[in-house]
């Protein structure tokens, strides 16, 4: 990558988020972590990012709500959306995906290589958009 892409990260599991922070910006990303869907969205307000990184189930904001936001409140149409969640069966994948312009949805527990490799593949070619992972 030429110039870092800008990453927010939206994570309340602190071993987790500092996993993803250390190991993307290792990879050349430029990450701001959020611990929760609150703080995540008060920095996208306020700074813009190319990618966002968000858990589903969080303390206040959680993840859907936090995507409804920064597409609908915030009109932030050109940031990309990677969502993650251990609510692998409980979810409606396609539903969420459309509704909310989501790239993919990752399944806890996901390896940090495949973030890593989805996100170089969404900035460094474009695409692909919507994929859905498992």
């Known amino acids: 990558m030429s110039e870092a892409k800008r990453v927010l990260v939206a994570e309340d599991n602190v071993v987790l988020g500092d996993v993803m922070r250390f190991n993307l910006q290792r990879s050349g990303f430029a990450v701001t972590l959020a ?12 700074q813009p990012f190319d990618i966002l ?3 589903y189930e969080m303390p206040g904001i959680d993840g859907e709500e936090l995507c409804n936001r920064v597409r609908n ?11 993650c969640s251990a609510k692998g069966l409980e ?3 396609e539903e969420i995906m459309a509704r909310l312009s989501i790239e ?7 390896s940090i290589r495949e973030l890593t490799t989805l996100l170089e593949n969404l900035v460094q070619h474009g695409g692909p958009r919507r994929e859905q992972l498992v």
């Not at 611990?35 to 306020?46: K, V, W």
């Not at 409140?73 to 969502?83: C, F, H, P, Q, S």
């Not at 993919?104 to 996901?110: E, G, R, T």
């Open 91 to 93: 979810l409606d994948r």
């Open 104 to 110: 993919a949805i990752l399944y806890k527990p996901f």
């Open 35 to 46: 611990r929760n869907g609150t703080e995540a969205l008060r920095m996208a307000e306020s």
């Open 53 to 55: 990184v968000t858990d």
């Open 73 to 83: 409140e915030l009109k932030l149409d050109a940031i990309r959306i990677v969502m």
